[in-house]
């Protein structure tokens, strides 16, 4: 059970300090536009693209980890580029679409929200190196153990999912307070915080702390 809780709080931390990338803000202007129930749709599907990354990089990342140098290289790599993932997420321009909210036009399929959910984050490839970045690190931390890697990472996904539920009823509820601004804000504090992730990971990854 501990290993799961110490999944939930990492599912905690990516919430709220690296969750607001291309995903966020479609929730945010989902739930604000369509609703609830279609930004629930949608986090599912960005959920179960996340549970595919997470599971391929898994099954990869465990078949090298044999090797310390492969760790290193991985390591280092990946916090590389979450630093330039950080400085794109710091300077990076948000603007939430303005919409008609009484307009007629037929809402989506519920399954496109799904899908498109999923493809949103498939298509981003930070998504990938950040999921990566992250296992790396928590696979050595486990010693590569199928049963508590499977367990830490369903705390996790359980906690990013729950979070983007949590996210999107906010928006529904609190149209007039999510402006633009507040957007830009919360895009350099992420900024800083991914970057800040990926310096630590290069430094605990060269002097294996």
Request: proline share 2%; no cysteine.
């Amino acid at each position: 059970m501990g290993v799961f809780i110490e999944g939930t709080i990492l599912g905690f931390s990516l919430a709220f300090l690296f969750g607001f990338g291309p995903a966020f803000f479609a929730l945010i202007q989902t739930g604000i536009y369509r609703g609830l129930f279609p930004g629930i749709l949608l986090a599912f599907g960005i959920f179960l693209n996340d549970l595919v990354i997470v599971a391929i990089s898994l099954l990869g990342t465990t078949s090298v980890m044999s090797n310390i140098n492969n760790y290193n290289i991985i390591g280092v790599f990946g916090g590389i580029l979450l630093i330039i993932f950080g400085v794109v997420t710091y300077l990076k321009k948000t603007e939430i679409e303005s919409k008609d909210e009484k307009s007629e036009i037929k809402a989506p399929h519920p399954v496109i929200y799904i899908v498109k959910g999923f493809l949103l984050n498939a298509v981003n490839p930070f998504v990938w190196i950040f999921w990566l970045s992250i296992i790396v690190g928590i696979t050595a931390r486990y010693n590569a153990d199928t049963a508590s890697l499977v367990i830490f990472f369903s705390g996790t996904l359980s906690v990013v999912l729950l979070t983007d539920i949590i996210k999107t009823f906010t928006a529904s509820k609190l149209k007039k307070i999510i402006t633009d601004k507040f957007l830009i804000l919360i895009n350099k504090i992420a900024g800083i915080a991914i970057v800040a992730f990926g310096i630590f990971l290069i430094i605990r990854t060269v002097l294996h702390i």
